[in-house]
């Protein structure tokens, strides 16, 4: 069998090439609402930690 080596060059053009891509095609719509969807997606998640650790501190009392 024959095994293939990749070095960084080849690496760092593939996945600058792809990001760049994924870049191009999204819009800035897209992007804005997506990282107001992940900061609203943080808030709850740590607003939901919070209580269940009041939650469970309140049980084992």
């Known amino acids: 069998m024959e095994q293939h ?3 960084n060059t080849t690496k760092a053009g593939t ?3 792809t990001l760049l891509t994924i870049f191009v095609n999204i819009h800035s719509a897209d992007l ?3 990282a107001i ?15 269940l650790k009041a939650f469970i501190k309140r049980i084992n009392k």
């Open 5 to 7: 080596y990749f070095d």
């Open 37 to 51: 969807l992940a900061a609203i997606g943080a808030v709850v998640s740590f607003c939901v930690s919070i209580l």
């Open 15 to 17: 996945g600058t090439g």
């Open 32 to 34: 804005l609402k997506t």
